[in-house]
C-alpha cells in the first residue's frame, strides 16, 4: 500500500498514521505475542519510529523482558485492548507495527516468520517465507 496509511485499535480511542509505504511483513510466533493477541502471534511491519504518528489517543504501554532477553515495550489500547506496535528498550528508532491495525493492509505479504520453535501446530507458515527458529538478530549467547 502506498503511503500515508492509517489504522487504529478496535474501540478508535486510538488513531495513528504512516508515512513510510508497507509491502514486507514479519510473523512472530513467540509464546509473548501468542499471549497478547489470544492468537496464533503477532504480525507486524518493521518502520522507522519517526514514520507513524499517533493521531489520537494515548496508547498503554506494558513492558517485558523478551524471549530474545531485551526489554520490549508492547503498547495497545487501554480501553480496548488491541495491541497496537512495539519497540526495544535498545532501538526505540524501530517500530514493529501489529499490521491487523491498519485500516487497508492489502498488497501486503509475510516474507519471514520469526520464533518458528514456539510456533502452534495450527499456525499458517507460508513455506516459501524465510523462517527463524528464534530471534533472526538476536545478540549471540555466551
Ligand atoms: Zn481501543
Ligand atoms: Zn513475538
Not at 492509517?6 to 488513531?15: K, T
Not at 528498550?89 to 507495527?97: G, I, M, Q, S, V
Not at 499490521?99 to 519471514?112: C, E, F, N, Q, R
Not at 507458515?125 to 549467547?141: E, L, N, R, V, Y
Request: hydrophobic share 30%.
Amino acid at each position: 500500500m502506498p503511503a500515508p496509511l492509517s489504522g487504529g485499535c478496535l474501540c478508535g480511542a486510538i488513531r495513528y498514521t504512516v508515512s513510510v509505504s508497507i509491502t514486507e511483513l514479519r510473523a512472530c510466533h513467540c509464546r509473548d505475542c501468542q499471549k497478547s493477541t489470544g492468537g496464533a502471534g503477532t504480525v507486524n511491519a518493521v518502520i522507522p519510529s519517526a514514520a507513524m504518528q499517533i493521531a489520537k489517543g494515548t496508547p498503554k504501554r506494558y513492558s517485558v523482558t523478551a524471549d530474545s532477553g531485551r526489554t520490549l515495550h508492547r503498547f495497545f489500547c487501554g480501553d480496548c485492548g488491541s495491541p497496537l506496535f512495539s519497540r526495544r528498550e535498545t532501538t526505540p528508532e524501530n517500530t514493529a507495527l501489529r499490521i491487523g491495525t491498519l485500516d487497508d493492509s492489502s498488497g501486503m505479504k509475510i516474507t519471514a516468520n520469526i520464533w518458528t520453535r514456539s510456533a502452534r501446530p495450527w499456525a499458517y507458515i507460508d513455506p516459501a517465507s524465510q523462517q527463524f527458529p528464534g530471534q533472526p538478530d538476536a545478540p549471540a549467547k555466551k
